[in-house]
């Protein structure tokens, strides 16, 4: 079937025509003829690479350009929906609506918003949390959806990610139950169910347009799933890096997915020596290039060290450790065939398009905590057997385990090769979970009695499965709790929010976790600092796992908690009583100690060393320590205390910068930070005031800060700038710039 062939709007096929596709791939054309294009709920099960994304484009704009619809685009992750942004971009310089442009926004954080301004886009990409919090904010302009796109929908089998993404699905339902809704997956069991819930057709299909060929690596042998084996040319000991150095040879790069994050950078390094010998030379100019560029992206570190000299050898690691601006360098690289090998952990298969021509499974076994080793899913191995065969480069792409013995490799090919991926089952009836949801249904009107509660619940893919009989205890105790804890009201079979249950659901934090900041802040330590706060925050179920202490650290976080223990707001629990919760107490310690270094200015190095905490770890639970303290803040008038509400906003603001109180004026500038922010406070520039009578010559001789930077800062603080002085000090940067790049 051709694109010039289907029914949709003329400028719409020539912007998809221009782009290189004239026809359709198999499962758009099944798409197709299950009417997705007349307004037919679909969900589509199909391999990575098989054309998912353009059935989303065409529906999504034939909505726009024919009933003038609304479109939502939900993601599990802010890294996929800002992929998924700058692939539908291409519409909105070429297509028209009523004499104007196609308007395509993305809002993916801040949960306390209703973001009204989203009103006047046409498509808008968000993760799911953010629907969630939009629609506990009541946004008026969600009731004009006309059509929702859930990309990954097989997500919602993960404990963490799938209640989200269920609950707004069900609610979006409820809004308006003639919305269009467009499930994209990967291939599993039972498509049919989840269609069934969504009251939608389902397609489900193996084809690839690239061709998978998937096996098992012993010694230098491969054995793969139709039965033909192939040798692989021996030049190491290590069977895993002559299938790498093989697939280099024949133009192909290589995805190596390991089990932690420790074993992603460590087998990167075991591959790197022998990578770099197989670069050409302008392959390695360029590369040196880009290992400066991963080290000036941000603050220095070892990571980033070690990053950078990985780079200079074309390989990489990548996982959630990483900060976000050195994944988004490694994730180029890699599409630009800079990287020749990436090693990662799973969470990669869940997130970004990065495909490879050979995707090497090092490890099938993944370590839990408390639970020791298991082997992963089938669904987790075909998502990442998915990512094998890069499209218009590869004719097939190979996805191969790596096996020690012969009985394990039987086993790899029998239980995961040849084995259908595990049933798709909802997470939803955990009562953890669910409190804040059935608060949610109350505080934003979406039900007012116990039974239009359950009314709601019962559209739920877990009562689709189950029964919501299964739930009503659930609910029944969650309704207990938030009566007693006065975040609701009832008045004969009504049920209201308080303005205090009212504003929990809007913040979008944890029942429990609001309970926490009212109690702490009822009892007062005998002295409350910084760390105060920072321990209270760390405490609530909304932190997330804790920075958990190394058992080389217990006695150290002990001796500190025994130090600071006048400055708690929560009583240090028993050792001896109880020593589950006792440890659990110095995680929350470490966490707020972590936090504290942050705001005195501790380098990232520095940090990263003492604590052994990970980048991304860190920036995570900045990010959490952020959102807690603005909830402490917008909560503690409720609760009758407005007495810390200058130090919680001025800990909240120190946490963002990650710096002391006396740089914050000039940390907020933009384009500063805390490390450029501290070169111009020590060069004697200590306010606002002495920026804008700075010269600027002098500011840009500091380190770190250049003629642009310079200039940006003048236009922040008021500062006059002469045309004659920006021009010289732009030649002298030209100047500067093209000697570095002969250099």
């Not at 030379?281 to 990571?303: Q, Y």
């Not at 990483?322 to 990662?344: C, N, P, S, Y």
């Not at 109350?442 to 499965?465: N, P, V």
């Not at 905490?613 to 407005?642: C, I, M, S, Y």
Request: proline share 3%; net charge negative; with cysteine.
């Amino acid at each position: 079937m051709k694109i010039t062939d289907l029914p949709i709007p003329d400028q719409l096929k020539e912007t998809i025509v221009k782009s290189g596709i004239t026809e359709l791939y198999p499962p758009q054309e099944e798409a197709i003829k299950a009417k997705v294009l007349e307004g037919k709920n679909l969900v589509l099960a199909s391999p990575t690479a098989s054309g998912k994304t353009l059935v989303a484009e065409l529906c999504a704009f034939k909505h726009i350009l024919e009933n003038g619809g609304k479109v939502i685009y939900l993601t599990p992750l802010r890294a996929l929906a800002n992929e998924k942004f700058d692939e539908v971009r291409k519409y909105a310089d070429t297509i028209e609506f009523h004499g104007r442009r196609i308007s395509i926004g993305i809002s993916t954080g801040d949960f306390d918003s209703t973001d009204y301004w989203l009103e006047r886009y046409d498509l808008i990409v968000t993760t799911n949390e953010k629907a969630d919090s939009l629609l506990r904010h009541r946004a008026k302009w969600i009731d004009t959806i006309s059509l929702v796109v859930a990309d990954e929908i097989h997500l919602l089998n993960d404990a963490e990610r799938g209640p989200t993404l269920e609950i707004v699905l069900a609610r979006l339902l409820q809004i308006n139950p003639s919305t269009q809704i467009l499930a994209l997956s990967a291939t599993i069991s039972n498509v049919d169910e989840i269609a069934e819930w969504l009251r939608a057709e389902s397609i489900t299909t193996e084809w690839r347009p690239v061709t998978l060929k998937e096996g098992v690596l012993l010694n230098d042998e491969i054995q793969y799933k139709e039965g033909d084996s192939r040798k692989i040319e021996k030049k190491m000991k290590d069977s895993a890096t002559n299938l790498i150095l093989n697939t280099i040879k024949s133009g192909g790069q290589v995805l190596a997915f390991a089990s932690t994050r420790k074993s992603a950078a460590t087998l990167a390094k075991k591959f790197a020596g022998e990578i770099e010998k197989t670069l050409p030379k302008p392959l390695k100019r360029s590369l040196e290039h880009d290992a400066e560029r991963i080290l000036v992206a941000d603050e220095r570190t070892r990571i980033s060290e070690s990053l950078a000299e990985l780079v200079r050898c074309g390989v990489a690691f990548h996982h959630a450790g990483l900060g976000g601006r050195h994944r988004r360098i490694i994730e180029d690289m890699f599409r630009q065939g800079k990287i020749k090998v990436l090693t990662a952990t799973p969470t990669l298969a869940f997130g970004v398009n990065l495909p490879a021509r050979t995707v090497l499974i090092h490890d099938y076994r993944r370590y839990e905590v408390g639970y020791g080793y298991y082997p992963i899913s089938v669904l987790e191995y075909k998502q990442m057997a998915g990512r094998a065969g890069r499209p218009k480069y590869d004719k097939h792409g190979e996805a191969i385990l790596l096996a020690k013995t012969a009985d394990e490799a039987d086993y790899l090919l029998e239980s995961f090769i040849l084995a259908r991926p595990e049933r798709i089952w909802s997470r939803l009836a955990v009562e953890r979970i669910m409190r804040s949801h059935v608060l949610a249904t109350i505080a934003a009107d979406f039900a007012c009695t116990e039974q239009g509660i359950h009314e709601f619940f019962s559209k739920t893919f877990y009562a689709h499965q189950y029964d919501i009989d299964a739930i009503k205890n659930i609910i029944a105790k969650i309704l207990k709790y938030l009566y007693e804890q006065e975040m609701l009201e009832a008045s004969g079979n009504s049920i209201s929010a308080t303005r205090l249950g009212k504003r929990v659901s809007e913040l979008y934090i944890d029942p429990v976790s609001a309970v926490t900041i009212r109690d702490s802040l009822k009892c007062e330590p005998t002295r409350v600092t910084d760390l105060s706060f920072l321990h209270m925050i760390a405490h609530t179920p909304d932190m997330g796992p804790v920075l958990r202490p190394y058992a080389q650290e217990l006695d150290e976080i002990a001796v500190q908690m025994e130090e600071h223990r006048e400055e708690f707001f929560i009583d240090v629990p028993d050792e001896w009583e109880d020593r589950v919760t006792y440890e659990e107490f110095l995680g929350e310690v470490k966490t707020a100690t972590v936090l504290n270094a942050w705001i005195e200015e501790k380098g990232e190095d520095e940090i990263i060393e003492h604590f052994r905490v990970q980048p991304g770890d860190l920036f995570k639970t900045v990010e959490n320590a952020k959102w807690l303290l603005h909830a402490t803040h917008e909560l503690a008038p409720l609760f009758g205390n407005r007495k810390f509400l200058a130090q919680t906003l001025q800990l909240m603001e120190r946490v963002e910068k990650g710096v002391k109180m006396e740089l914050l004026s000039i940390a907020k500038l933009e384009g500063i930070g805390r490390v450029r922010g501290r070169v111009i406070f020590n060069a004697g520039y200590k306010t606002i005031e002495d920026l804008r009578h700075a010269d600027l010559q002098n500011l840009v001789n500091l380190p770190l800060v250049g003629p642009r930077l310079a200039r940006k800062i003048k236009e922040q603080v008021g500062g006059f700038v002469k045309k004659k002085t920006w021009e010289k000090l732009e030649k002298e940067d030209e100047w500067r710039q093209k000697v570095l790049a002969e250099f």
